[in-house]
């Protein structure tokens, strides 16, 4: 990994009118000839921010291979670029809807999926009422220039993903948002914690203001592995060039070559769920 380098593109826009895929294939493919060999797009980039209502709607979700995501496949083939884009996906099995990321290479093929976690319920962001806290833990994805790993928004706020990736070597954390502009220096705090903690770059692109009920909305950016800003921007596209040195540096570094304790961690996490069952269960009981 030590001389790899994968061009990255932040692509600030969201195309839940673009019913035919046209204008995000253009789009990827203007990041396409400025260098980038991965785009990342927004939270649920085909979707208006349905989260601003507390009321689902069934249209607003789709089985797997659904129409939302055969455009970010389709339009990953015709720009000859990977794509990390999502959609709100059904299980055909529960029924149960998950915030479903999903990374598709320069032929529109899935390569990776992974379902949000941590779900806000407040308001313009009543995303319990929309989908339900995905249950399989995040992983490594191999195939590009450095290993890749995916969180989405709130996930970086309970930092044991972003731990759990970096423990298993990923060195680029991608976190689609959407998120107001008055929260974004609680949102950089957090995403240099993540970077700096999990010696990695965090790359992490947010819906821009667009008509919608969603406040107006803070800078897409990109944190590198020591913490610094290597990008923040509201710009609808920025292309960065993120390096493997950046990285084993951080690692080679105060706090990168920390030592992690799993079997430490998950004794006091099952102690943690064990409790928290109990007093659970106490609550029911009175």
């Not at 060999?37 to 507390?54: G, I, K, N, T």
Request: aromatic share 6%; with cysteine; net charge negative.
């Amino acid at each position: 990994m030590t001389d790899s380098k994968l061009t990255v593109g932040l692509l600030t826009e969201v195309f839940f009118d673009d019913h035919g895929g046209d204008r995000l294939t253009g789009r990827l493919e203007e990041a396409r000839s400025a260098g980038a060999e991965l785009v990342v797009l927004p939270e649920l980039p085909l979707d208006s921010w349905v989260p601003a209502s507390r009321t689902a709607e069934d249209g607003d979700a789709e089985g797997p291979g659904g129409r939302r995501q055969r455009i970010q496949a389709d339009a990953a083939r015709r720009a000859g670029v990977a794509v990390l884009g999502g959609a709100i996906i059904r299980d055909p099995a529960s029924g149960r809807r998950h915030n479903t990321a999903l990374l598709f290479d320069n032929a529109g093929v899935v390569r990776s999926s992974y379902r949000k976690i941590h779900l806000p319920f407040e308001e313009h962001f009543w995303e319990t009422a929309h989908y339900e806290p995905g249950i399989d833990p995040p992983e490594v994805i191999p195939g590009f220039p450095l290993p890749l790993g995916i969180q989405i928004c709130s996930d970086a706020n309970r930092t044991t993903g972003c731990q759990l990736l970096a423990a298993r070597g990923a060195a680029v954390i991608f976190v689609p948002r959407a998120t107001p502009a008055a929260s974004w220096d609680r949102w950089r705090l957090v995403l240099r914690a993540n970077a700096v903690t999990a010696a990695a770059w965090v790359v992490t692109v947010n819906r821009p203001p667009s008509g919608e009920v969603l406040p107006p909305d803070g800078p897409s950016a990109v944190i590198a592995p020591n913490g610094r800003a290597a990008v923040e921007t509201t710009d609808p596209l920025a292309i960065v060039d993120l390096d493997a040195e950046a990285v084993l540096q951080a690692r080679r570094d105060y706090p990168g070559y920390l030592k992690f304790f799993p079997d430490v961690y998950q004794r006091a996490w099952a102690a943690a769920a064990a409790e928290a069952s109990g007093t659970a269960d106490d609550h029911q009981r009175n």
